[in-house]
C-alpha cells in the first residue's frame, strides 16, 4: 500500500495539499501517482502570479510512459513554482511528499479545502480503484 | 517495408472481436450533417497511361522560359547526383516510417539534417521539418502563444514585408484559435521595418515576426527589431531564407539573446520548382522552448548494449499520447524533400552554400543596376538587399511582362496586387543559374519593348480622314 501521510489533503486526481501556517497551500502529486506514472523525465511548473481555478491543469508531469496534467485542487494564485524540478524531475518520484513538490498556492476561497478528501478518504480511494 | 492491406477477412474478424457490424458503424458518433456525402468535384481516376500524356502535355506548355521570379521560391542549381541518390530504394519514402525505429538509416539521415539547420540558424534544436514554409510560420506564430510564459496575450505582430501567401496561410490556421494578428507597415524608403516607427508601449504580445531576408528582398535590423520585442516580453519567430543564412547573422545570434524561434522554406536547398511543390518547412527553437515545438525531432541515443542509435525523441508532446493536448495536429514531416536537402547540403558544404549565396547576391545587384539603367526603370528602396529587389516602371508593368512572356522570358513578379502603393513595381531575382548573358539579354529586352513603345506613345493611332 502506498503512503498516504495523515496531515495531508488528497483529491480525486492524486494531487496532495498541505496547508502552511500562514494560510497558503503547497500542492504536489501523491505517491501513487508518481508510481503509476513512472520514471519523470520532464516537469512543468506554473509562474509565480497566475491565477488558476479549482480543477485548472496548472502544471504538466512528463514520465517515460505518459504526459499528464497536474490539476490545482483549489482556486488562487501561484505564489510559486518548484523550478528545481526542471533539472531534476526524479525529486518526484525519490521525495513526492517533499521536495517534489509542485506549486504553492494562495487560496481565494480556504472554504474549498472542505471539499477535499483526507488521508482515510483517500486511501479508501486507492483501495477501491485496486479492484 | 511494404504496405500490405487488410483482407476482408481479417476486418471482418477484427470486427467481431469488437463487436462492430461494419466499419461504418465506428464513425456513428460523427453526426449525419457532417459528413460529406461525396467527393463530386474530384474528376474519375485516370489510368497511367492517360495520366502520364496529361503531365506532359502541361509541362510542355510551361515551355523553358528564362526565369526571374523568386517571390518565395527559387530556381537553384541542383546537382544530379542529390536526386539519383534521394530516389534510392532505401531513402525513397515521403514518410518516418511506422515504427520509425527499424528504420536506422532514416532516422540518421533525418538527425544529420536536423544538426545541419540547427547549425545554419544558429539555433539549438531543430524538428524534422514541417509541410512547407507558410506552415511552418503558421506553426511558429502559434508555439510562440503557447512558449511565452511572460505574456499571455494572443497578439502576433506580423510585418506587411512578410510574404503575402504566408500571412494568409497564418490567418487560415491560427484565426479559428482567437489569436490576433496585427500587421506593422513598412517604411516607403527603405522598404524594411524602421525599428523608430515602433511604438515605445505596444501593450501586451506574444511574438514579433521577422522576416530577412523580407519579401522585397531587403534585410531588416533584425538586431533592433529582436531587443525591441524581448524588452516588451514578446518572442521573436525569424522567417529566413536558408540560402541567405550561408552570409548573413543566423537567427540564433540576433540582438542581446537571439531569436526565439526560426523556420522557413527549405525549397531553396535543392528541391525543384515544380510548379509550387511538394516543398517543405523548417523549423528550429532555443533548448527552452523544445517542448512547445510541434513535429518530429529525432535524437541520439545508446542502445542497451551501449551502441549508438536513432531515436524518435520528445513523444510525450505529441497526439499518440496526449491526444487532444497535443502540442499541435502536426505528427509527422516531409521525409523525402529533407532527404533531398540534406544530400544537397551534404555536397554543397558550408562552402559552396556560401558560393551560392554571393553569386546570388552578386547577379541580383547585376541585374538591378543593367535595369536601373533604362530611363522608366529606377530601383525602389534603397536598403542593402540579398538576391531580390524591386523595380518601378514609369509605364504599365503589365504590357511588359506580357512583352516579355512572348519572348520566353518571366520577368519578376508583379507586386501591385498585394501591394496597391506598389503599383508597376516588379520583384526580381537573379540566382547563381542565371549568368551575365541571360542578364543583357533580359536588359536588352527591357529596352526594345520600352524603345517601341516610346515611338507609339498612344496605342491606338487617331484614323485621320
Known sequence: MSNVPADLKYTKSHEWVKVLDDGTVVVGITEHAQDLLGDMVFVEVPEAGRSVAAQDACAVVESVKAASDVYSPLSGEVVEGNEALADTPETVNNDPYGDGWIMKLRPGDAGELDGLMDAAAYTALLESEEH | ?465
Open chain 2, 1 to 465: 517495408m511494404p504496405f500490405i492491406p487488410h483482407t476482408e477477412a481479417e476486418v471482418r474478424d477484427m470486427l467481431a472481436a469488437i463487436g462492430a457490424d461494419s466499419i461504418d458503424q465506428l464513425f456513428d458518433e460523427i453526426p449525419a450533417e457532417l459528413r460529406v456525402k461525396g467527393l463530386t468535384a474530384v474528376p474519375e481516376s485516370m489510368s497511367e497511361m492517360e495520366i502520364g500524356r496529361l503531365m506532359t502535355e502541361r509541362a510542355a506548355a510551361d515551355g523553358h522560359p528564362l526565369n526571374f521570379i523568386g517571390a518565395g521560391a527559387y530556381e537553384h542549381h541542383i546537382p544530379a547526383a542529390v536526386w539519383e541518390l534521394t530516389t534510392r530504394g532505401e531513402f525513397y519514402t515521403a514518410y518516418t516510417p511506422y515504427q520509425a525505429e527499424a528504420s536506422q538509416g532514416t532516422l540518421q539521415l533525418l538527425y544529420e539534417y536536423q544538426t545541419m539547420m540547427a547549425g545554419l540558424n544558429g539555433m539549438d534544436v531543430s524538428n524534422a521539418s514541417l509541410y512547407d514554409g507558410a506552415s511552418a510560420l503558421a506553426e511558429a506564430v502559434l508555439m510562440a502563444v503557447r512558449a511565452n510564459r511572460k505574456s499571455k496575450s494572443k497578439r502576433i505582430l506580423m510585418p506587411r514585408t512578410v510574404h503575402p501567401s504566408y500571412r494568409k496561410v497564418v490567418r487560415s490556421i491560427v484565426a479559428s484559435q482567437g489569436l490576433v494578428l496585427e500587421e506593422l507597415d513598412y517604411d516607403r524608403a527603405g522598404g524594411h521595418i524602421d525599428p523608430a516607427s515602433l511604438p515605445s508601449d505596444p501593450g501586451d504580445f506574444a511574438a514579433l515576426v521577422v522576416p530577412q531576408p523580407n519579401f522585397f528582398g531587403v534585410l531588416e535590423e533584425v538586431d533592433a527589431l529582436t531587443d525591441w520585442a524581448h524588452a516588451h516580453g514578446a518572442l521573436v519567430i525569424a522567417v529566413v531564407n536558408p540560402i541567405a543564412l550561408a552570409l548573413l547573422t543566423p537567427p540564433g545570434e540576433w540582438g542581446e539573446s537571439g531569436a526565439d524561434i526560426s523556420c522557413g522554406e527549405g525549397q531553396p536547398l535543392g528541391i525543384p520548382m515544380s510548379s509550387g511543390g511538394p516543398y517543405y518547412g523548417f523549423m528550429c527553437c532555443r533548448q527552452e522552448h523544445v517542448r512547445q515545438m510541434p513535429g518530429r525531432i529525432i535524437g541520439r541515443t545508446v542502445d542497451l548494449e551501449g551502441k549508438p542509435g536513432f531515436t524518435l525523441t520528445l513523444q510525450a508532446r505529441e497526439q499518440h499520447i496526449r491526444r487532444s493536448k497535443a502540442t499541435s495536429n502536426i505528427c509527422t514531416n516531409q521525409g523525402l524533400m529533407v532527404t533531398a536537402s540534406t544530400i544537397h547540403m551534404a555536397l554543397l558544404g558550408a562552402e559552396g552554400l556560401e558560393r551560392v549565396a554571393a553569386a546570388s547576391y552578386a547577379n541580383t545587384a547585376s541585374l538591378v543596376e543593367r535595369l536601373s539603367a533604362i530611363a522608366e526603370v529606377e530601383p525602389v528602396f534603397n536598403r542593402p538587399r540579398f538576391h531580390e529587389a524591386v523595380l518601378r516602371f514609369d509605364a504599365p508593368l503589365n504590357e511588359i511582362t506580357r512583352a516579355l512572356e512572348a519572348r520566353s522570358l518571366l520577368g519578376g513578379y508583379a507586386l501591385g496586387e498585394d501591394y496597391p502603393e506598389l503599383e508597376n513595381c516588379l520583384l526580381v531575382c537573379a540566382t547563381e543559374t542565371k549568368t551575365d548573358a541571360d542578364i543583357d539579354a533580359y536588359a536588352g529586352l527591357v529596352e526594345q519593348i520600352l524603345a517601341k513603345r516610346r515611338e507609339t506613345p498612344c496605342p491606338v493611332a487617331p484614323k485621320m480622314r
